[in-house]
């Protein structure tokens, strides 16, 4: 995009508890122009009609009438997670706004998971962890915690 204009995206805040991780800011920057919530609120008048996008993080920033009303050139809002149930879809279908989020991210990891807590149940691994003292190491597994199963 030599010679043209980076398009503005809405991001809450970088960095902190909630905001976009400060580690993704730098490849963003290369496609986007990131304006923050509090940027937009200070140049509202200079911003609302440049901003293309809205990038959420951590359902932030919190889109609603108001903000759509402001935005008159938003196209999209791009959801970081994988549910969209903190959106109001006719709200946003209504300003001809379109959203996509990252389903299936996780799914494999989610998967994981719950094998692994239906496994440490069935084994009785946190009872047996307690009676013996022992301390579980994620990814260092020992012989000596896998045979838990028989004392409990």
């Known amino acids: 995009m030599e010679g043209q204009e980076l398009p503005y995206v809405l991001i809450d805040c970088i960095g902190g508890k909630h905001g976009v991780y400060e ?26 009609k440049k ?3 809205i990038y959420m993080w951590y359902h932030k ?4 009438e108001e903000l759509l009303q402001s935005l008159p050139n938003l196209k999209i809002v791009a959801n970081s ?5 903190h959106l109001d879809l006719k709200l946003l279908s209504s300003y ?14 989610t998967a994981d998971l719950g094998m692994a807590l239906m496994l440490a149940s069935s084994r009785r691994l946190v009872e047996g ?24």
């Open 51 to 53: 901003i293309r996008a």
């Open 23 to 48: 580690d993704h800011v730098e490849f963003l920057e290369k496609h986007f122009h990131l304006v923050t919530m509090k940027e937009y609120l200070e140049n509202k008048k200079f911003l609302s």
């Open 61 to 64: 920033p919190v889109i609603n």
């Open 129 to 152: 962890k307690k009676l013996n003292g022992f301390s579980l190491f994620v990814g260092k597994m020992t012989l000596q915690t896998m045979q838990l199963e028989s004392v409990c």
């Open 96 to 109: 001809g706004v379109k959203v996509s989020n990252t389903p299936f991210v996780v799914s494999t990891d």
């Open 81 to 85: 997670g994988v549910g969209i149930d």
